[in-house]
C-alpha cells in the first residue's frame, strides 16, 4: 500500500507540473510577438529556440520542468503498473 501511494503521488507531481508548462505556453502565445523558427509557435513558446546574434528570444525556456514532469508521471505510472501485477 506504501508504495502504491508513493506511485500515485510521484504521478500526480508530474501531470501537475506537464500540465502547468503546457498551460503556461498556451496562455503566453497569443502575446509573444518575436519570429519563432519552427512548424508551431506553441512548442516554440515553450521549449525555446536558437538565438541568432544580439536578437532577444521571445520564449519561455520550460522544456527542462516539461520532461522532468513527464519522467516523474512515467516513473510513478511504473510504480503503480509494478504494484498492480505484483499482487
Not at 501511494?5 to 500540465?19: E, H, N, P, S, T
Not at 505556453?25 to 508551431?40: L, N
Amino acid at each position: 500500500m506504501k508504495r502504491v501511494l508513493i506511485g500515485g503521488f510521484v504521478m500526480m507531481g508530474g501531470l501537475i507540473i506537464a500540465a502547468t508548462v503546457i498551460l503556461a505556453g498556451a496562455i503566453y502565445v497569443p502575446d509573444s510577438t518575436s519570429w519563432w523558427s519552427g512548424r508551431s509557435k506553441f512548442w516554440f513558446a515553450i521549449l525555446g529556440g536558437e538565438q541568432y546574434g544580439d536578437d532577444a528570444v521571445d520564449s519561455l525556456f520550460l522544456g527542462l520542468p516539461l520532461i522532468t514532469g513527464v519522467l516523474l508521471a512515467l516513473v510513478g505510472l511504473l510504480i503503480l503498473g509494478r504494484e498492480y501485477y505484483r499482487k
